[in-house]
């Protein structure tokens, strides 16, 4: 996707010209020259920008943060019920990690830092995300942590251990990840 000449280069440009580097090729895909070269530019016009690869990662992970939680606001929209609120949260959660696996990849490996400012605005829809989820069941404020970190593993692990090919038995993945959701509700549900 080349910029026609005397356009403006903007950092979510070069952000949105990395992430279609990553689907494409995966992690491989972004870096500093690569992007550059989806977008028909030097390399020195995005360190303008960024100072190197990191910084475009880093980038990247808040945008893919951002994008993930819209889409899981967006799909928990008006849903009153406890027990589906949850069900659709989880469903989403799978739902972004199978259609953006690369996206998914680079968010999930880098850590969200409490103390960086640049984090501050994820963790707070993180947090708001998780008092909506959870805010319906009777969990003390501890226990809505250790919810959602129960609810963060056990996704999590499913998601990698479907993509690494290790559910080898015929029984149906999806029949499983139905039984998995069910039981986390029910576990946080007699809490």
């Known amino acids: 996707m080349p910029r026609p000449k005397g356009q403006t280069l903007t950092q979510k440009d070069i952000v ?4 279609a580097c990553l689907h494409k090729e995966g992690e491989s895909g ?4 690569r992007v ?7 390399a020195p ?10 910084a475009l990662r880093r980038a990247v992970v ?12 967006q799909n928990t929209e008006g849903i009153e019920d406890k027990r589906k609120l949850l069900k659709t949260a989880a469903y989403t959660y ?3 990690a199978r259609e953006s ?10 850590p969200l830092q409490l103390e960086d400012p640049e984090f501050a605005p994820i963790i707070e829809r993180l ?8 805010g319906k069941f009777v969990l003390s404020q501890d226990e809505m942590i250790h919810a959602a970190r129960m609810f963060n593993s056990t996704l999590h692990g499913f998601v990698l251990a479907d993509k690494a090919g290790l559910f080898l038995f015929s029984q149906s993945v999806d029949d499983s990840f139905e039984w998995i959701v069910e039981t986390l509700i029910n576990a946080i549900e007699r809490k």
Do not use: M
């Not at 949105?16 to 992430?19: G, K, P």
């Not at 550059?36 to 030097?42: D, N, V």
């Not at 016009?45 to 690869?53: L, P, R, T």
């Not at 696996?101 to 880098?110: F, G, I, K, M, Q």
């Open 62 to 73: 808040l945008e893919g943060w951002r994008r993930f939680l819209d889409i899981y606001f």
């Open 36 to 42: 550059a070269r989806e977008l028909g530019i030097q």
């Open 45 to 54: 016009s995005i360190y303008n920008h960024f100072s190197g690869n990191e």
């Open 101 to 110: 696996p690369a996206l998914y990849r680079v968010v999930t490996n880098h």
């Open 127 to 134: 947090i708001a995300f998780y008092a909506k989820v959870f």
């Open 30 to 33: 972004l870096g500093v020259n």
């Open 16 to 19: 949105e010209a990395a992430i």
């Open 94 to 96: 799978r739902s972004c």
